[in-house]
């Protein structure tokens, strides 16, 4: 009797010591499973998956020899220019032309120029699917209830895991290098185009209604144009982000400035690693610049300096 | 009579999350704080049966809380009823469907707000513009029809102005001139001048005044100051905890306060602002004293039969006929602190 409650007793402590867990063998054929699986996946719509993201591919490529193929005054001048027009400040584009000397000077040129190209096609992407799905989720507290637990995940979710499975899918190369830095970089656009709408002044949207205006009246005519700080302010965040994740792009084949720094980790070079991880910022700080103060431009209404 | 415009009819609102189950409830009798109480819903309006007149001046009157901004709503439907109807030149706004109702908030009825609601990022050209761009008028025509109300409420070579550079009265001047913009019969004003300081408040109340003497819209103005309702008000509905307590033109509530509440309110009104000679006159064909058109104020004719020290006075018609008289003690006793039985008997 007291021999029987003993072994119950050490029974229930190994019960409590131990996690019931799942056999070895049940896991390992469970982990083969989803490999297996996966694998069949990729190889039967790899190739399918792979011819959707071509244009991509194809934009991407085209505007990195665009810029590669320009004579390096005519893209001095650009991005001058395009400095200028978006903050309207000398000081802003005299910086950033110096900036770009320097980074040809110590022979960067030719990485920045992808590096540009991929920032640009990541920050259009995020953008362009981004915002509506930002829109979308103001639209709905169903949607929003969704997609933000996705976001999270998206942002905290460790990258090689990610990367992984999209590696499986389309190999090494620039479009899973894309999609790498979308993933990243997209959820600030996400949440700061629904936070931006959801923010638009109650009273103004209930004056649209009271004229009659339609959905697509109010989107265009009130909601986004009243949320474009915060739509801003997203577009400057997915920008630095996108950035960030120029290294990690470049271990799964994006050139760029990522490469140098790589082979500098790799190999202890400490001057390559440096110049090119200050190329880095330095296309961080102008971007961020340029784009915060084009914002600001845009709210200059709100303003109330020059009362009559 | 002048004819109908709008007929409010059984409007009640409840607002929660079940307000038709509220319904027979409410029906019964139960109290606004019983069904807060026991059934979490809020008793918005109660049976409101109002009737407003075309191109007239109807105030909506009462404190915070009352109800009359959700009133309001529901002459355009920005609010849905829980039961009741909203009937505005013989068509049931209530039953209109999504199309017809945007058709009528474009052509038919414009809203004025109380915190202007004015569109930050237009310029005022394009704020009063914007209920002709929604109506899908084009661009050019549209700054040219909104140019003239632009002039018309005195704002002309503001322009290119955005709303934030312009001091509170200008911008419900803009939303004024935004709401005129569209042609619309019926004007919604809710409590559209609340938010300006008292000057700019009269400044804007004759602005009003002098436009409805031009256009006759059939305008619902919402406000919760009683002087800006007997002056601007052809007919004033008072509202109070979600129901209408007393609805009549400015004399008739003067004079007649339908309870103890109203009475309360009035009391420190100025009489004789407000109060017209030919609310106060008998019927006569001959009269003797100075003579007054019916509707002059009962403080300038006091004035007149002081200074001419008479014991009464003629009220004459617009071509001078004389079709009534009052005596110089009914005169002072309107003046006096309403006494309402007494009140009662002299009127009418």
Redesign the interface.
């Known amino acids: 009797m007291g021999s029987r409650l003993f072994s119950m007793g050490v029974k229930m402590l190994d019960f409590f010591g131990d996690f019931p867990d799942m056999s070895r063998r049940d896991l390992r054929d469970f982990k083969l499973a989803i490999d297996g699986a996966f694998r069949d996946f990729s190889r039967t719509n790899g190739e399918a998956i792979e011819a959707f993201f071509d244009p991509l591919l194809w934009f991407l490529i085209k505007l990195e020899k665009l810029l590669l193929a320009m004579p390096w005054p005519v893209i001095l001048v650009i991005v001058a220019g395009l400095c200028f027009l978006g903050s309207r400040s000398w000081k802003l584009s005299i910086g950033a032309v110096l900036s770009f000397m320097l980074i040809g000077y110590f022979g960067m040129w030719e990485d920045t120029m992808s590096t540009i190209a991929l920032i640009s096609v990541a920050t259009l992407l995020c953008v362009a699917i981004g915002m509506p799905l930002g829109i979308w989720m103001a639209k709905s507290d169903r949607v929003q209830s969704i997609i933000t637990p996705v976001l999270d995940v998206m942002q905290t979710i460790p990258i090689f895991v990610y990367l992984l499975p999209v590696l499986m899918l389309l190999g090494i190369g620039k479009v899973p290098g894309l999609i790498a830095v979308c993933v990243y970089a997209m959820p600030p656009m996400v949440r700061l185009t629904n936070l931006g709408i959801r923010l638009v ?1 109650k ?2 949207l ?9 959905s697509k ?1 109010k989107l265009f ?2 909601q986004i ?2 949320a ?1 700080p915060n739509i801003f302010a997203g577009i400057n965040q997915t920008i630095m982000m996108a950035l960030a994740m120029v290294v990690i792009a470049s271990m799964i084949g994006v050139r760029g400035l990522g490469i140098p720094v790589l082979q500098a980790i790799q190999n202890q070079y400490l001057a390559l690693g440096l110049m090119n991880g200050l190329a880095i910022v330095g296309l961080a700080i102008i971007f961020d610049r340029v784009s915060q103060r084009y914002g600001k431009r845009l709210q200059q ?8 | 009579m002048t004819d109908i415009k709008i007929k409010i009819e059984n409007l009640f609102k409840v607002f929660g999350n079940r307000p038709h189950e509220m319904m027979s409830l409410v029906r019964d009798g139960v109290s606004k704080q019983a069904l807060l109480d026991d059934h979490k819903h809020v008793l918005g309006l109660t049976d409101i049966n109002i009737s407003i007149p075309a191109k007239r001046i109807h105030v909506i009157m009462g404190l915070s809380g009352s109800g009359k901004s959700t009133l309001i709503r529901h002459i ?1 439907r ?1 609010i849905e009823p829980t039961d009741g109807r909203v009937v505005v030149d013989g068509e049931d706004v209530m039953a209109m469907s999504e199309l017809e ?7 038919k009825a ?2 004025v ?1 109380q ?1 202007f ?5 237009r310029t005022v050209a394009q704020n009063v513009a ?2 002709l ?3 899908g008028v084009d661009e050019g025509e549209a700054f040219e029809r909104s140019q003239r109300w632009l002039e018309r409420v005195g704002l002309a070579g ?1 322009e290119k ?7 509170g009265g200008m911008q419900q001047r803009v939303g004024l001139a935004r709401a005129l913009a ?1 042609d619309a019969e019926i004007l ?1 004003m809710d409590e559209a001048f609340s938010a300006l300081d008292p000057l700019i408040r009269n400044d804007m109340q004759n602005i009003l005044l002098d436009l409805q003497q031009e256009l006759h819209k059939t305008i619902v103005f919402i406000t919760h100051d009683l002087d800006e309702a007997l002056r601007i008000g052809d007919q004033i509905s008072i509202l109070r905890d979600g129901a209408v307590i007393q609805d009549g033109d400015p004399q008739d509530i003067i004079m007649n306060p339908a309870d103890d509440y109203i009475a309360d309110f009035i009391k420190d009104i100025n009489r004789g602002r407000v109060i017209k000679v030919s609310t106060l006159m008998t019927k006569a064909s001959r009269a003797s004293g100075p003579k007054f058109e019916e509707s002059a104020l009962l403080e300038d004719a006091l004035k007149v039969m002081n200074e001419q020290n008479s014991d009464s006075a003629a009220i004459v018609d617009s071509k001078g006929k004389v079709v009534g008289k009052i005596s110089l003690k009914d005169a002072i006793r309107a003046m006096a602190r309403p006494d309402r039985e007494a009140a009662g008997t002299r009127y009418k």
């Open positions: 002044d009273d103004v209930e004056a649209a209604n009271a004229f009659g205006a339609d009246q005519g009130v144009p009243l474009l209404h709100r303003g109330g300096h020059d009362h009559d | 355009n920005l109702l945007k058709e009528f908030r474009r052509f414009s809203m707000f915190k609601a004015l569109l930050p990022h914007y209920g761009s929604i109506q503001f102005h955005f709303p934030a550079q312009l001091s569209t919604l």
